[in-house]
């Protein structure tokens, strides 16, 4: 499933995915890859996200169904 919120969070504050990636210490095809739904990162990156976007991990990960 795609991660638009991640894409939208990284876009508010107007950071690229390499930019995004560099802040959390992953290449840019980790962040693609998250954004398209093609890889589950670990708990560990996904708090290093939410620290790096100023968001929750309810407000990034969590999945409504």
């Known amino acids: 499933m795609k ?4 894409k939208a969070a990284r876009a ?3 950071l690229s995915q390499q930019a995004l990636a ?3 210490g992953v290449s840019r095809q980790t ?10 990162p670990t708990i560990n990156l996904c ?6 976007l100023d968001k929750t ?5 969590w999945e409504d169904k």
């Open 3 to 6: 991660n638009l919120r991640l």
């Open 12 to 14: 508010a504050m107007d």
């Open 22 to 24: 560099e802040k959390v």
């Open 31 to 40: 962040i693609n890859a998250i954004e398209s739904g093609d890889y589950n």
């Open 47 to 52: 708090v290093a996200i939410c620290r790096a």
């Open 57 to 61: 991990l309810d407000e990034i990960f």
